[in-house]
């Protein structure tokens, strides 16, 4: 329903595990691509052990995995035999895209370094996501998303106002890294539609997240002051928080941009008009008395009151609360897919809808392996030469 | 050791984006496809120009509409033009400007765009090849679809907010603008399918992303176990819900930021405070015991870290093969050894702000840098990309005469 069929004709090698790689190639596959997902057996992506959990054990029962993946088709391969190098070499023939997101040692050291690769393609695009870089001192070194929202400065402007860095609610440079790379890899699709050459992307995940500081950078170096952690606060807008309401963890989340705002604002609360300058000064008197007047009211209440006076306000939703909102129900944002071991479940995305194209209904993730003979089938294999990869260990 | 800068880093050179956007999310959507090569030229109207021209904060604190620090970074790597929409012949020359284009990016809801004039069939009768995108803050379609929004908004709609914070408390905001920043990034996605397939001959499709829908997008798994399981992932305080330990630590001279992902991983941690004896115990073996234990396992890893320099425990950390990070201030940030390998950051200078850094670019193309332009002073390029579009000489004058342009 919602697989909006742009790049049908682009054939995508996801190397990839976790969730920074694997996201990327779903982001490629919700717009049409065919992907196929590449696995060891010994070393399968980690996500598939990761919950929420849909079907009583197996690689093939976590939700996660079968989220990120869908659209996917799943092969397995072993890179450290002759034949699954042989695979590989075929499957990079075959290719427009092939993108990874392991430390820098790891392809190059299964064979396939750049020089190679771009020997057995000249038009592929090659989208390698190293956590440092593929150079530099600490191209060595591990990282996870949680670990460079640290390193890439994200961490340091999160938390209540005056208090330590908290991490976010997720593990957010993964997912950026994944977004970056599918736009890194289109970018470069279109670069060598004009040329015919391919790429060699490299997305170090640390500066794909330190990217997105902000105007941290040029309040520091111009202004030489650090916002620092402001909570809900704005450096500049008043007021601008989330307030409790009624019920259980029930909050409201105010806007007020301008001095036209805050005077429909201001008739509410029985404060008088404030230039934003006033606003800063007695922003603490402001936010208690929109907490009184929220305290004992409904969120969504009170969210449309304001709206409807012209500020910007929404109640604070759950994930729970999505799955259940009529608006994102209208929208078509969940898709139920039937899976063969998890069974039909809803899942979310893409966040957008694109019209004047075909679409055609996102499929299941592949269950590990699943798909090993076909793609080899059409990577011009014959059914004994399967059997003899697949006796020698190269499919494993 | 600093990285090349290259034209051909520049994959979009060509690509014609008109900027109608007056939000964080399309700001920061024209910058990314400006940095990557793409002509973004902003329309403005005369006076007043960009919102965001108008918010603080400003450099040096002069309140001056060439200094706010916010259209600096968001509005970089773009022309500018000056284009009074509120009038018929300022409407025109939008439909000129339409048809120059390849792409349009506009960041308001579908009613407001409707009454400026800006609807699909207007845009697609001026220029049938025009990929039109729309980043709203609910999306162009359902009963929501009005509804504005910034950041905040975004991630309060989108669930982001509910899961950040500490669960007795408020739900928190991350910060520095995330909610409109993931919503440019998947914008900017949909963009590049939609231009590729336009260029491959497919008709010129529109793109209606959501900023709730980007933000629900990014929230690891909260979003499967609901739909699946109608299971709320809560608030952990910073905590990841799953691995551990995952969570920010205080040390001597700042904080570290560690996510072990296995047992091997959680037992280096111990050592490194030289904790040996936790290190060997059994209670670190599975992922859900050691969560169960997560207080006094912590409390042993804070008494260890508190005074260690932050510097020797990511570095000693990182030799036990644990993912440990430092966590950055904007000041160490710029010092970061990896990142000044790269030469990541813009030096910028600007006539009326004068020098500043700015972030670097999120990626490299056969090992290059694309390179960077200045935020534009309003107007700056009015006359340039007017001739470019084919009006007139004369036009232009009678135009600015008039005040429709500047």
Same mark, same amino acid.
């Given at each position: 329903?919602?697989?909006?069929?742009?790049?049908?004709?682009?054939?995508?090698?996801?190397?990839?595990?976790?969730?920074?790689?694997?996201?990327?190639?779903?982001?490629?596959?919700?717009?049409?691509?065919?992907?196929?997902?590449?696995?060891?057996?010994?070393?399968?992506?980690?996500?598939?052990?990761?919950?929420?959990?849909?079907?009583?054990?197996?690689?093939?029962?976590?939700?996660?995995?079968?989220?990120?993946?869908?659209?996917?088709? &799943?092969?397995?391969?072993?890179?450290?035999?002759?034949?699954?190098?042989?695979?590989?070499?075929?499957?990079?023939?075959?290719?427009?895209?092939?993108?990874?997101?392991?430390?820098?040692?790891?392809?190059?050291?299964?064979?396939?370094?750049?020089?190679?690769?771009?020997?057995?393609?000249?038009?592929?695009?090659?989208?390698?996501?190293?956590?440092?870089?593929?150079?530099?001192?600490?191209?060595?070194?591990?990282?996870?998303?949680?670990?460079?929202?640290?390193?890439?400065?994200?961490?340091?402007? %999160?938390?209540?106002?005056?208090?330590?860095?908290?991490?976010?609610?997720?593990?957010?440079?993964?997912?950026?890294?994944?977004? %970056?790379?599918?736009?890194?890899?289109?970018?470069?699709?279109?670069?060598?539609?004009?040329?015919?050459?391919?790429?060699?992307?490299?997305?170090?995940?640390?500066?794909?997240?330190?990217?997105?500081? &902000?105007?941290?950078?040029?309040?520091?170096?111009?202004?030489?002051?650090?916002?620092?952690?402001?909570?809900?606060?704005?450096?500049?807008?008043?007021?601008?928080?989330?307030?409790?309401?009624?019920?259980?963890?029930?909050?409201?989340?105010?806007?007020?941009?301008?001095?036209?705002?805050?005077?429909?604002?201001?008739?509410?609360? &029985?404060?008088?008009?404030?230039?934003? %300058?006033?606003?800063?000064?007695?922003?603490?008197?402001?936010?208690?008395?929109?907490?009184?007047?929220?305290?004992?009211?409904?969120?969504?209440?009170?969210?449309?009151?304001?709206?409807?006076? &012209?500020?910007?306000?929404?109640?604070?939703?759950?994930?729970?609360?999505?799955?259940?909102?009529?608006?994102?129900?209208?929208?078509?944002?969940?898709?139920?897919?039937?899976?063969?071991?998890?069974?039909?479940?809803?899942?979310?995305?893409?966040?957008?809808?694109?019209?004047?194209?075909?679409?055609?209904?996102?499929?299941?993730?592949?269950?590990?392996?699943?798909? %090993?003979?076909?793609?080899?089938?059409?990577?011009?294999?014959?059914?004994?030469?399967?059997?003899?990869?697949?006796?020698?260990?190269?499919?494993? | 050791?600093?990285?090349?800068? @290259?034209?051909?880093?520049?994959?979009?050179?060509?690509?014609?984006?008109?900027?109608?956007?007056?939000?964080?999310?399309?700001?920061?959507? *024209?910058?990314?496809?400006?940095?990557?090569?793409?002509?973004?030229?902003?329309?403005?109207?005369?006076?007043?120009?960009?919102?965001?021209?108008?918010?603080?904060?400003?450099?040096?604190?002069?309140?001056?509409?060439?200094?706010?620090?916010?259209?600096?970074?968001?509005?970089?790597?773009?022309? @500018?033009?000056?284009?009074?929409?509120?009038?018929?012949?300022?409407?025109?020359?939008?439909?000129?400007?339409?048809?120059?284009?390849?792409?349009?990016?506009?960041?308001?809801?579908?009613?407001?765009?409707?009454?400026?004039?800006l609807t699909a069939a207007a845009l697609s009768a001026a220029n049938p090849r025009l990929v039109v995108a729309a980043l709203?803050?609910?999306?162009?379609?359902?009963?929501?679809?009005?509804?504005?929004?910034?950041?905040?908004?975004?991630?309060?709609?989108?669930?982001?907010?509910?899961?950040?914070?500490?669960?007795?408390?408020?739900?928190?905001?991350?910060?520095?603008?995330?909610?409109?920043?993931?919503?440019?990034?998947?914008?900017?996605?949909?963009?590049?399918?939609?231009?590729?397939?336009?260029?491959?001959?497919?008709?010129?499709?529109?793109?209606?992303?959501?900023?709730?829908?980007?933000?629900?997008?990014?929230?690891?798994?909260?979003?499967?176990?609901?739909?699946?399981?109608?299971?709320?992932?809560?608030?952990?305080?910073?905590?990841?819900?799953?691995?551990?330990?995952?969570?920010?630590?205080?040390?001597?001279?700042?904080?570290?930021?560690?996510?072990?992902?296995?047992?091997?991983?959680?037992?280096?941690?111990?050592?490194?405070?030289?904790?040996?004896?936790?290190?060997?115990?059994?209670?670190?073996?599975?992922?859900?015991?050691?969560?169960?234990?997560?207080?006094?396992?912590?409390?042993?890893?804070?008494?260890?870290?508190?005074?260690?320099?932050?510097?020797?425990?990511?570095?000693? *950390?990182?030799?036990?093969?644990?993912?440990?990070?430092?966590?950055? @201030?904007?000041?160490?940030?710029?010092?970061?050894?990896?990142?000044?390998?790269?030469?990541?950051?813009?030096?910028?200078?600007?006539?009326?702000?004068?020098?500043?850094?700015?972030?670097?670019?999120?990626?490299?193309?056969?090992?290059?840098?694309?390179?960077?332009?200045?935020?534009?002073?309003?107007?700056?390029?009015?006359?340039?990309?007017?001739?470019?579009?084919?009006?007139?000489?004369?036009?232009?004058?009678?135009?600015?005469?008039?005040?429709?342009?500047?």
């Amino acid at each position: 329903m919602k697989r909006a069929r742009l790049l049908e004709q682009i054939r995508v090698i996801d190397f990839s595990t976790a969730y920074a790689g694997p996201y990327a190639a779903k982001l490629l596959g919700d717009l049409g691509a065919e992907i196929v997902h590449v696995e060891t057996r010994d070393r399968m992506d980690i996500m598939r052990g990761y919950p929420p959990y849909g079907a009583p054990s197996g690689p093939d029962r976590s939700g996660s995995f079968a989220s990120l993946n869908r659209n996917k088709r &799943g092969i397995t391969l072993n890179l450290k035999t002759p034949g699954g190098c042989d695979v590989m070499e075929r499957l990079i023939r075959a290719s427009d895209v092939l993108v990874e997101n392991f430390t820098p040692r790891v392809l190059p050291g299964l064979g396939f370094p750049w020089e190679r690769i771009q020997a057995l393609n000249a038009r592929l695009v090659y989208c390698r996501m190293p956590g440092f870089g593929a150079s530099g001192p600490a191209r060595d070194y591990r990282s996870y998303g949680p670990t460079l929202e640290g390193q890439s400065g994200l961490a340091y402007m %999160t938390g209540y106002e005056d208090e330590a860095p908290l991490r976010m609610g997720c593990s957010y440079p993964d997912m950026v890294g994944g977004v %970056t790379s599918a736009f890194a890899i289109l970018a470069a699709l279109r670069r060598r539609a004009r040329t015919g050459r391919g790429a060699m992307l490299e997305v170090p995940q640390q500066q794909a997240a330190a990217a997105l500081t &902000g105007i941290a950078l040029a309040e520091w170096t111009v202004n030489k002051r650090l916002s620092g952690r402001m909570g809900n606060a704005h450096q500049w807008f008043v007021p601008h928080d989330v307030y409790r309401c009624a019920g259980d963890d029930r909050w409201v989340a105010i806007v007020v941009r301008d001095d036209a705002e805050w005077a429909r604002l201001a008739s509410c609360l &029985g404060l008088p008009l404030m230039t934003r %300058t006033e606003r800063a000064e007695r922003r603490a008197e402001i936010d208690r008395a929109i907490a009184e007047l929220t305290a004992s009211r409904d969120a969504d209440a009170v969210a449309h009151e304001l709206r409807a006076l &012209g500020v910007e306000a929404y109640p604070i939703r759950t994930a729970v609360d999505l799955a259940r909102d009529p608006h994102v129900a209208a929208r078509g944002f969940v898709e139920t897919i039937d899976h063969p071991t998890l069974g039909p479940r809803p899942y979310p995305g893409p966040p957008w809808q694109i019209t004047g194209v075909a679409t055609s209904p996102h499929r299941a993730a592949p269950q590990l392996g699943q798909h %090993t003979d076909a793609v080899l089938g059409e990577l011009g294999y014959g059914a004994d030469e399967i059997a003899r990869l697949r006796a020698d260990g190269a499919l494993f | 050791m600093g990285r090349p800068v @290259s034209p051909s880093a520049r994959p979009l050179e060509g690509l014609r984006v008109l900027d109608l956007t007056r939000e964080l999310r399309g700001a920061y959507c *024209g910058r990314l496809l400006g940095e990557y090569g793409a002509d973004v030229v902003l329309v403005e109207p005369p006076g007043r120009g960009n919102p965001w021209r108008h918010v603080g904060p400003y450099a040096g604190d002069h309140e001056h509409q060439e200094k706010s620090l916010f259209f600096l970074h968001y509005y970089a790597n773009r022309r @500018s033009v000056a284009l009074d929409l509120g009038q018929p012949a300022g409407r025109d020359m939008l439909m000129t400007l339409a048809r120059w284009a390849d792409v349009l990016i506009h960041d308001t809801t579908p009613s407001a765009a409707a009454a400026s004039g800006l609807t699909a069939a207007a845009l697609s009768a001026a220029n049938p090849r025009l990929v039109v995108a729309a980043l709203t803050a609910f999306g162009e379609t359902g009963p929501g679809r009005d509804l504005p929004g910034g950041d905040l908004i975004a991630n309060a709609a989108g669930g982001l907010a509910a899961l950040t914070g500490d669960p007795a408390r408020a739900p928190l905001r991350p910060g520095g603008d995330q909610g409109e920043h993931i919503t440019a990034l998947h914008a900017a996605v949909a963009i590049m399918g939609a231009v590729l397939a336009r260029d491959a001959g497919a008709p010129a499709a529109h793109v209606d992303v959501s900023a709730r829908e980007s933000v629900a997008s990014v929230l690891e798994n909260a979003m499967e176990f609901a739909l699946m399981e109608e299971r709320l992932v809560a608030r952990q305080n910073g905590r990841h819900p799953i691995s551990w330990p995952g969570r920010i630590f205080p040390c001597l001279d700042g904080f570290v930021v560690i996510s072990c992902g296995s047992a091997g991983q959680a037992r280096a941690c111990f050592t490194l405070i030289d904790d040996h004896a936790t290190a060997a115990d059994p209670v670190l073996e599975d992922r859900d015991v050691r969560r169960a234990h997560a207080d006094e396992l912590e409390a042993r890893l804070i008494a260890g870290f508190r005074d260690r320099p932050r510097d020797d425990l990511f570095h000693q *950390g990182q030799a036990l093969g644990i993912p440990i990070g430092v966590v950055h @201030s904007v000041e160490s940030l710029l010092e970061d050894p990896q990142l000044v390998a790269y030469d990541f950051f813009h030096h910028g200078e600007h006539p009326d702000v004068g020098r500043y850094v700015d972030a670097g670019p999120p990626f490299l193309v056969d090992g290059q840098a694309p390179g960077y332009a200045r935020a534009p002073r309003l107007g700056e390029h009015t006359a340039a990309v007017l001739r470019e579009a084919g009006v007139e000489e004369a036009v232009r004058q009678r135009l600015e005469r008039e005040g429709i342009v500047a």
